[in-house]
């Protein structure tokens, strides 16, 4: 241009002063990807994983019953002697078959058992006697001997879809070290009576769903499911993902069940055995140690009972919960 003093082919200066800010970097990341999309079956709200799912949940049953079978009589359970096979029958434990020895005097016991069994559908076998000290070990069995098969436990999972359809809070009541079956059966009596949704149980060093377990359950075992668990603290932190609070019951718990504010929430209430409490790993999965006040001369509850009691005091601030 004419007047203009700068040079052909000069490089322009920037003008000095506070130079212009930039975005940071912020627009580049911006543009940048974030990775490829999940599978749907990884996305937890879509219905492939769901399927997925309960497929998992139908396969571990089926390994489950295979197992059973494959064992044959030693998933058998035996209950024998006439008056616990007349319990038995009386409490409705599920049972294959009466077994009954060849040549056995038919007193006022056994014909009762044999009235039962006929009127509840349970198959009526004579077997040499031979048969039932071999099933029986060498037993007192008193010539009678009823075969109960393995308990068909259902999957942890299944006990929140069963929340959900009824469109319920969860409560689900896990056991960590409880090995005595008739606290088993009296904790899920209570589980029933008091709206829990269902019983978690370990797989090892614990009390097992047997003939003793369902007689003490009075019949709730037929009304509500009993999970079992390959690792408890895994169940224990899938169902904090849920969106489920884990409270465990122990005698020196940080607070004391008068003064349990979440009642209302979604809970999984743990309960340890009598005499070593919560296993160190299962007490640190729990988000709170709930304990029951008691009078400085007991030292503890029995683990049937303190259920009862900490579901029941659940079960009432629900019920004061929908009626405030």
């Known amino acids: 241009m004419p007047g203009s003093s700068r040079r052909k082919g000069a490089v322009r200066k920037k003008p000095r002063g506070n130079p212009t800010a930039g975005s940071g970097g912020r627009v580049r990341r ?8 999940p599978k749907a079956v990884d996305r937890v709200k879509h219905p492939a994983h769901k399927r997925a799912k309960a497929a998992e949940r139908a396969k571990e049953r089926e390994k489950n019953r295979s197992r059973s079978r494959k064992d044959g009589d030693a998933t058998n359970e035996w209950v024998y002697g006439r008056n616990p096979v007349v319990e038995a029958l009386r409490a409705g434990v599920p049972a294959t078959a009466l077994h009954v020895a060849e040549g056995t005097e038919r007193d006022a016991r056994l014909r009762e058992a044999l009235l039962v069994a006929v009127e509840t559908g349970v198959s009526v076998l004579e077997v040499p006697r031979t048969e039932l000290d071999r099933v029986t070990a060498g037993g007192a069995h008193q010539g009678v001997a009823l075969q109960i098969p393995p308990y068909e436990y259902a999957h942890p999972d299944d006990l929140l879809d069963r929340a959900y359809d009824a469109k319920e809070v969860p409560l689900i009541v896990a056991l960590d070290g409880v ?85 209302t929430e979604p809970l999984v209430l743990v309960i340890g055995s009598e005499g070593k ?15 029951i006040p008691m009078t400085s001369a007991t030292e503890s509850l029995n683990a049937g009972i303190a259920a009862g009691v900490t579901l029941y005091e659940i079960s009432r601030r629900r019920a004061l919960d929908v009626t405030t």
């Open 30 to 37: 911006g543009l940048e990807g974030k990775g490829p999309t």
């Open 179 to 263: 090995t005595d079956p008739r606290n088993l059966g009296a904790i899920t009596r209570s589980a029933a009576a008091f709206g829990a949704h269902g019983v978690v149980v370990p797989e090892r060093r614990t009390a097992s769903m047997s003939a003793s377990a369902w007689k003490t359950s009075a019949g709730a075992a037929a009304r509500i499911p009993v999970a079992r668990a390959t690792n408890l603290n895994r169940v224990l932190k899938s169902y904090k993902e849920a969106g489920l609070l884990v409270i465990g019951l122990d005698m020196d718990g940080a607070v004391d069940l008068p003064s349990f504010a979440a009642a």
């Open 277 to 291: 409490g919560l296993a160190r790993l299962v007490r640190e999965n729990c988000d709170l140690i709930v304990s």
